[in-house]
């Protein structure tokens, strides 16, 4: 018979394989190339901010705060829906399991931490020179706290309490110990491990005699699981993944309907209504156009903001690459059956107002901040229109193939 360990590891490898799978589509060549650019890009202009670092700024604080939300680990218990019925019987075995999820969320997550304390450290020195010894406490405490969290969280869920109390708590503890090190060097800031490890014991003693709460966590399971696949979607089709749908009605003057609503203007619609009122595309994008815009008026440097720039416009329109399959092979074209050359007519049109608009708005940002190198922003549209055209070629073929 199948341990309650050996579960766990089954479903912990069978999610690594997926996201083996997905990793390929993900980090193709192009994008791979994109990444190690702006990488560079980003300690390029990293290290020439930290020369002349602002001030009026608590920039303790910043890092603190930034390092307090990192702290904060999802526990990944990797639970179905059937895992209510058929394990139910099971339910005093699966203190292995959880034990198994808090290890595992705990090792998986711990690189982020590890990449954030890399990027703090050259600030952390230049503000505090010659006090190594307050980053290796920090660094201590950036082991220790998400463990902490880890265990408070398990037992948290089990008393049936909210999340958002418990993010509120772990945020107010853990950003205390950072900040009080950071700020005075005041070993008082170890108060916030006694405090941690305290609530844990004084939750693990309530929540002995509670149930497994099989509801919640599985409906955690699902949301991180659903999470996952829409970051995935901005690079390749994910099988599985349920966008849901929300009018914005301050966008309504953009959907109005055409005059002629016939084949040749169906499809072009259809894309952009999907697009307006998605729940998920369009937030990912306007939090991605928000990144870039907010990276390129920080750094300020002409060259880098024009890479960043790039880089954003090639991620936004293989973004936009989901948006064929859901309409294409949806419902509409069963309805009122269109042309394949119509269909991807349609979706070239869109993805050429959707890259204008975005590359406008670049170019407005980037000539605010750097105007004597003003011909860089042909950047944005030459990717915009390079990477719609490799697109739209891609898609082609694709279908000529299913098509033979």
Not at 92 to 97: E, I
Not at 159 to 184: A, C, D, R
Not at 319 to 345: C, D, K, N, R
Request: charge should be positive; aromatic fraction near 18%.
């Amino acid at each position: 018979m199948m341990t309650a360990k050996q579960l766990f590891i089954n479903r912990h490898r069978a999610k690594r394989k997926e996201k083996q799978y997905y990793n390929k589509f993900i980090f193709n060549g192009h994008f791979t190339v994109f990444l190690v650019i702006l990488i560079g890009a980003f300690i390029l202009g990293y290290g020439e901010w930290l020369r002349n670092i602002p001030q009026g700024i608590d920039y303790f604080l910043a890092v603190g705060a930034i390092l307090a939300i990192s702290s904060n680990f999802p526990l990944k218990t990797y639970l179905e829906e059937a895992d209510s019925l058929f394990l139910l019987p099971y339910e005093l075995q699966m203190k292995t399991y959880i034990r198994q999820s808090i290890w595992v969320s705990y090792y998986t997550r711990m690189p982020l931490q590890v990449i954030l304390l890399v990027i703090a450290y050259p600030l952390v020195h230049a503000l505090a020179p010659n006090k190594t010894t307050v980053f290796i406490t920090v660094t201590v405490f950036a082991v220790i706290f998400p463990l902490l969290g880890l265990l408070i969280k398990w037992h948290w869920f089990k008393f049936g309490l909210e999340t958002w109390s418990l993010n509120v708590v772990l945020f107010v503890i853990n950003l205390s110990g950072y900040y009080v090190m950071l700020s005075s060097q005041n070993m008082h800031s170890f108060g916030s491990i006694c405090v941690l490890v305290i609530l844990y014991l004084f939750l693990r003693k309530l929540s002995e005699q509670q149930r497994l709460p099989w509801a919640f966590l599985i409906k955690q399971a699902r949301q991180q699981q659903a999470n996952y696949y829409k970051y995935v979607s901005m690079f390749t089709d994910v099988k599985g993944l349920q966008e849901g749908a929300v009018r914005r009605r301050y966008l309504d003057f953009l959907l109005t309907t055409p005059k002629s609503f016939n084949e040749g203007t169906m499809y072009p619609y259809l894309f952009k209504r999907n697009f307006l009122r998605g729940k998920d595309a369009f937030n990912l994008t306007m939090r991605l156009v928000l990144i870039s815009v907010l990276l390129m008026i920080w750094l300020s440097q002409p060259y880098i903001s024009a890479v960043i720039g790039s880089l954003a416009m090639y991620i936004l329109i293989l973004q936009m690459a989901q948006f064929y399959t859901q309409e294409a092979y949806g419902l509409w074209p069963q309805v009122w059956p269109a042309s394949e050359e119509l269909v991807i007519q349609g979706y070239k049109q869109f993805l050429n107002i959707i890259a204008t608009i975005i590359s406008v708005l670049f170019s407005i940002v980037y000539l605010t901040f750097n105007f004597s190198h003003g011909f860089l922003i042909i950047c944005f549209f030459a990717v915009a229109f390079f990477t719609i055209r490799r697109t739209i070629k891609k898609l082609k073929y694709k279908e000529a193939l299913l098509r033979d």
